[in-house]
């Protein structure tokens, strides 16, 4: 029988859960003003660069999904260690977390580099000369900072774990500051453009990476480093953060992939398309701030209480926290719709660049209202409690039937262009949402732990 919401006796108040939400939600604006910036610095070097960016950084993002998804392995593991308080074996769990993604990373790093050319003709095709020369100099100078990334993510997953996310606020702070600054100097003052851009990200993501690792040393935090440096893995412990890790990881990259491969269909509509699809990659990224943050807030919530045998009080935060997620994509939904005009007006788009960008916005906003936060925000309890599976078999299904396959039907026999694909996007939203709901009402994602050994 499914555990009943439980409230009387709550873990966490609304006082620990606002200190937990409300620096994620300021670390999320400060990466999403950032990379806005960015896109305005680029943009003033010209569309091409912005295109040659923005093709690049779908690349990155696949890479970087795959090691966060890991990272969210480890956290799940070492929040229900702590649940069960048990700390040394969630420090256990940490380092052999971290270890393996920098073997992983290092590994990767590697293949892109030596490859990196081949990758890009073979997805993005014949596009113009110009924005594939952005896109190999941004390629090969970030794909440098995959390994700090990789770090920077796993130690972040295990602040958040701790429910210290103040911290790790700070860190993205600093490192956006290096990076905002960075460009400032490397693209205008000596005139490095794509290439700037480039090694002030690099600058920053390595900056960040010590600094946080630094401070897992420190003995007195729940999640600890210290008298822990062993440099081989214990395949055991690895085994239980890949149960979490690689569904996670495969439901991410191959999301990821699905995007890449669509971004394929906008690079055939022309560099006005790609540059109004880059722009609004980073725009609609308000619409859906405060519910990233709350899907970080939530995975450690409900780690935490499913590692304590608390099914009744996971429930209850999911259905709180889903309902705060609700209330502030609404409201900043109905922003995005009456502000876009404004927004866009930032950057230095041609009219048809504009108009594409506008429209785009505003359907995204409204249908971030009906499908959103059953799609990625009650999943992440789910995954809280090892039911990777189930998620993972969903999401695949339905980017490739859905995404995907209505991206190309719509392109080719409708002819709608760049709105067609986001169509089919929120269509992959409705898909999932429903799934979802079916699974956490069913309430046999609770017996997921007992499947993979406790």
Same mark, same amino acid.
């Given at each position: 029988?499914?555990? !009943?919401?439980?409230?009387?006796?709550? %873990?966490?108040?609304?006082?620990?859960?606002?200190?937990?939400?409300?620096?994620?939600?300021?670390?999320?604006?400060?990466?999403?003003?950032?990379?806005?910036?960015?896109?305005?610095?680029?943009?003033?070097?010209?569309?091409?660069?912005?295109?040659?960016?923005?093709?690049?950084?779908?690349?990155?993002?696949?890479?970087?999904?795959?090691?966060a998804a890991l990272a969210t392995g480890g956290a799940v593991v070492a929040g229900h260690a702590l649940g069960q308080k048990n #700390?040394?074996?969630?420090?256990?769990?940490?380092?052999?977390?971290?270890?393996?993604?920098?073997?992983?990373?290092?590994t990767m790093t590697v293949f892109l580099l030596g490859a990196h050319r081949v990758i890009l003709r073979a997805i993005f095709g014949?596009?113009?000369?110009?924005?594939?020369?952005?896109?190999?100099?941004?390629?090969?100078?970030?794909?440098?900072?995959?390994?700090?990334?990789?770090?920077?993510? *796993?130690?972040?997953?295990?602040?958040?774990?701790?429910?210290?996310?103040?911290?790790?606020?700070?860190?993205?702070?600093?490192?956006?500051?290096?990076?905002?600054?960075?460009?400032?100097?490397?693209?205008?003052?000596?005139?490095?453009?794509?290439?700037?851009?480039?090694?002030?990200?690099?600058?920053? #993501?390595?900056?960040?990476?010590?600094?946080?690792?630094?401070?897992?040393?420190?003995? !007195?935090?729940?999640?600890?480093?210290?008298?822990?440096?062993?440099? #081989?893995?214990?395949?055991?412990?690895?085994?239980?953060?890949?149960?979490?890790?690689?569904?996670?990881?495969?439901?991410?990259?191959?999301?990821?992939?699905?995007?890449?491969?669509?971004?394929?269909?906008?690079?055939?509509?022309?560099?006005?398309?790609?540059?109004?699809?880059?722009?609004?990659?980073? %725009?609609?990224?308000?619409?859906?701030?405060?519910?990233?943050?709350?899907?970080m807030a939530l995975l450690s919530v409900a780690s935490y209480c499913i590692g304590a045998g608390d099914f009744g009080q996971t429930?209850?935060?999911?259905?709180?926290?889903?309902?705060?997620?609700?209330?502030?994509?609404?409201?900043?939904?109905?922003?995005?719709?009456?502000?876009?005009?404004?927004?866009?007006?930032?950057?230095?788009?041609?009219?048809?660049?504009?108009?594409?960008?506008?429209?785009? %916005? #505003?359907?995204?906003?409204?249908?971030?209202?009906?499908?959103?936060?059953?799609?990625?925000?009650?999943?992440?309890?789910?995954?809280?409690? *090892?039911?990777?599976?189930?998620?993972?078999?969903?999401?695949?299904?339905?980017?490739?039937?859905?995404?995907?396959?209505?991206?190309?039907?719509?392109?080719?026999?409708?002819?709608?262009?760049?709105?067609? %694909?986001?169509?089919?996007?929120?269509?992959?939203?409705?898909?999932?949402?429903?799934?979802?709901?079916?699974?956490?009402?069913? *309430?046999?994602?609770?017996?997921?732990?007992?499947?993979?050994?406790?």
């Open positions: 029988m499914c555990a !009943k919401e439980n409230h009387q006796r709550t %873990i966490y108040s609304n006082k620990d859960l606002g200190r937990l939400i409300l620096p994620l939600v300021m670390e999320q604006l400060l990466a999403i003003l950032v990379g806005m910036l960015d896109t305005v610095m680029i943009s003033g070097v010209g569309e091409a660069a912005v295109s040659g960016v923005s093709l690049v950084d779908n690349i990155n993002i696949l890479v970087i999904n795959v090691f #700390r040394e074996q969630a420090g256990r769990f940490a380092w052999q977390m971290v270890l393996f993604l920098l073997y992983s990373s290092v014949q596009v113009e000369e110009a924005v594939m020369t952005s896109a190999v100099t941004y390629l090969i100078i970030t794909g440098l900072s995959i390994c700090p990334l990789a770090l920077y993510n *796993g130690c972040a997953a295990l602040f958040r774990a701790m429910g210290d996310s103040k911290t790790t606020m700070y860190i993205s702070l600093l490192m956006n500051l290096i990076n905002l600054v960075g460009n400032a100097v490397l693209i205008f003052l000596f005139q490095m453009g794509v290439a700037g851009a480039a090694i002030a990200t690099l600058i920053a #993501r390595t900056v960040a990476a010590l600094l946080i690792f630094r401070l897992m040393f420190d003995g !007195k935090r729940e999640i600890h480093f210290q008298r822990r440096l062993p440099l #081989r893995m214990d395949f055991s412990q690895v085994k239980k953060i890949l149960y979490i890790g690689i569904p996670n990881g495969l439901e991410n990259s191959l999301f990821q992939l699905g995007k890449i491969l669509v971004l394929s269909l906008v690079s055939a509509f022309g560099t006005s398309a790609i540059a109004a699809n880059a722009v609004c990659g980073t %725009i609609t990224n308000f619409n859906i701030l405060p519910g990233m943050a709350i899907n429930r209850y935060y999911t259905r709180k926290l889903m309902r705060l997620t609700w209330l502030c994509t609404g409201i900043i939904s109905l922003i995005m719709i009456a502000g876009a005009p404004l927004f866009l007006k930032i950057y230095h788009l041609t009219p048809e660049t504009t108009t594409l960008a506008l429209q785009v %916005i #505003r359907y995204h906003a409204a249908m971030c209202m009906v499908a959103w936060v059953s799609s990625f925000t009650l999943p992440n309890t789910l995954r809280a409690a *090892g039911d990777v599976m189930w998620t993972m078999t969903i999401a695949i299904v339905s980017m490739w039937v859905f995404r995907i396959g209505t991206a190309y039907f719509f392109s080719r026999v409708f002819h709608l262009g760049l709105i067609g %694909i986001w169509i089919a996007m929120t269509i992959d939203w409705m898909f999932r949402a429903v799934c979802y709901e079916i699974r956490y009402r069913s *309430g046999k994602w609770e017996k997921a732990m007992g499947r993979q050994g406790g």
